[in-house]
């Protein structure tokens, strides 16, 4: 399950030789929480965040100065908006050009309202990002907006998740997409479409210039998947991301048309298949791998995640992202590959000197000691460009002894995976004297991922009570050329150590964003989060 994917490897957050946890996070937020204070102290005290609680005269009055640090708005849902208030907003975001982002999900609008925002769309030409209604928006409401969305020239990107959408919705954004020229970015995940609201949504697609499609858990079968492939087929841009996620009737049979219009027509850089249990059944993962293989393949991106395709196609599949000359992240998730199969993936990788793949998520695939060691010491080749490695939730503690290998590769004078800066084995059960011989290796061996800068062991046996010795492992590790960060305080199988890896790396990913909040406070756009309300 996803709590198990094993982004506990990407943690750059503390010092070597502490165990990594909740509180690892604490210095990225305090250093958000500095951002926000001095937002709120440079800015006016009555249109800021979290100003008014009811009503949008503050707001309006701003759209109308066109203020330039009033650049991204979240509305948020304890905002009390009547509709007089959403009609005066309306008006004045009309002729406004420095609001670039507007998310107001969660509001419930009516039909003058609705009236309002669609005449908006149609005059506006500097809103970029909207995100609007709650689930009781339905069809009437995407209908509604569709007429200002066909003529508008500045929106990039429309979330409309969990709206209530049938195919009379998804007619009616159809036909607002053969209009319009500026849109590419579509969400419309977890809405009850089906196959008929697909197919009538992918008759207007193909005569759009949306890149970016997001149709997850909108109960798509084959039928859908087949309007799907027909529509990228005759698309006349390639696309850069298509998400068919948690689509539980697709089949194989779908899959492999959406595999053959991605060979017939332009392409997709990134797909994504997670939760689609039976989207690889039949040949489709073989007619993937065959399709990976092609030089002229655009896919960069590729994602399973409990998705398990039949014994006779995983080496065929795995073989084909080896040879991939595209690829750049494989996530390979819960789909009980096995040692075999990724001896076929680290054969293909050695074998393809145009291979780019950086990041390879292997979480979940019943791998042992013997898969993993195909990957590291088959070939110096194997994984000469991967930066990111995850093996998570496998059986690496089993099969062949991989601290005993390392070390006898090193020793012959061999450098190992010279690029690898994140290596994931958490969740192996792997025992305490596997551990320290590892580290052991790694302190004392320079050759031995020369790059690598985090090493995952949350979630192993050996380290749920890290001892004296241990610890004294992690700290000598110090002594590296690059200091090696050891995280090995995970919370256990229950879940914990997904939401903690995921709360981690949120804070580093809202560090790295609280510059751009810095600069919002200056004029520049600003973090939704951010931003006033």
């Not at 948020?76 to 002729?95: E, I, N, Q, S």
């Not at 500026?182 to 196959?195: C, D, E, K, Y």
């Not at 073989?319 to 992240?329: F, P």
């Not at 979480?363 to 994984?383: E, F, I, K, P, V």
Request: net charge negative; hydrophobic share 45%.
């Amino acid at each position: 399950m996803d709590s198990k994917l094993a982004t506990i490897s990407a943690q750059r957050l503390r010092p070597v030789g502490r165990r990594a946890g909740v509180g690892a996070a604490w210095p990225h937020l305090l250093r958000i929480l500095l951002v926000l204070v001095l937002a709120c102290a440079v800015q006016p005290a009555a249109p800021m965040a979290w100003g008014a609680k009811a009503g949008a005269a503050d707001w309006c009055r701003r759209l109308r100065e066109n203020d330039k640090a009033l650049a991204s708005l979240l509305v948020m849902r304890t905002r009390a908006m009547a509709t007089t208030d959403w009609v005066d907003f309306c008006v004045a975001l009309g002729d406004n050009k420095e609001l670039k982002e507007l998310k107001a999900s969660s509001h419930k609008l009516d039909a003058l309202a609705l009236a309002a925002f669609s005449d908006m769309l149609a005059k506006n030409t500097a809103l970029e990002c909207l995100a609007l209604g709650d689930a009781e928006l339905g069809d009437s409401g995407v209908t509604s907006l569709c007429a200002g969305l066909a003529t508008n020239t500045a929106l990039r990107e429309i979330e409309l998740d969990y709206k209530g959408l049938t195919s009379v919705g998804a007619a009616a954004l159809a036909g607002a997409l053969r209009s319009n020229r500026a849109l590419r970015r579509l969400l419309v995940s977890r809405n009850p479409l089906g196959n008929t609201g697909v197919a009538a949504l992918c008759e207007g697609l193909c005569e759009s210039g949306v890149t970016d499609l997001q149709l997850e858990e909108v109960e798509m079968g084959d039928e859908g998947a087949r309007s799907l492939a027909a529509a990228l087929t005759n698309m006349k841009h390639i696309m850069s991301q298509v998400s068919v996620s948690g689509n539980e009737p697709l089949t194989g049979e779908g899959t492999r048309a959406l595999v053959e219009a991605m060979s017939a027509g332009k392409g997709v850089e990134s797909i994504t298949f997670d939760h689609c249990p039976g989207s690889l059944s039949g040949d489709a993962a073989s007619k993937l791998g065959d399709l990976l293989k092609s030089p002229t393949c655009p896919v960069q991106r590729l994602s399973f995640n409990a998705v398990v395709p039949p014994d006779h196609s995983k080496e065929a599949l795995a073989s084909g992202v080896g040879a991939s000359s595209k690829l750049t992240h494989a996530k390979l998730v819960n789909m009980h590959l096995g040692d075999a199969a990724i001896a076929s993936l680290a054969s293909s990788l050695a074998s393809n000197p145009s291979s780019g793949l950086k990041v390879l998520d292997l979480t979940g695939n019943q791998l042992t000691g013997d898969g993993l060691a195909c990957l590291l010491l088959s070939d110096t080749r194997t994984l000469s460009k991967c930066n990111r490695l995850v093996m998570f939730d496998n059986r690496v503690g089993t099969g062949a002894h991989l601290p005993t290998l390392l070390q006898e590769a090193a020793s012959s004078g061999r450098e190992v995976c010279a690029g690898l800066e994140d290596l994931d084995i958490g969740g192996n059960k792997l025992e305490k004297d596997w551990i320290l011989q590892l580290l052991s290796a790694l302190r004392s061996t320079p050759s031995l991922f020369p790059s690598l800068r985090t090493i995952g062991l949350g979630g192993n046996e050996g380290m749920q009570d890290a001892d004296a010795e241990v610890e004294a492992a992690v700290d000598a590790l110090q002594e590296r050329a690059i200091p090696l960060d050891v995280v090995y305080k995970a919370m256990g199988d229950d879940g914990k150590a997904g939401a903690n890896a995921r709360a981690n790396q949120l804070a580093v990913d809202m560090a790295s964003e609280a510059a751009s909040g810095a600069a919002a406070v200056a004029g520049a756009p600003a973090d939704p989060e951010l931003g006033p309300d």
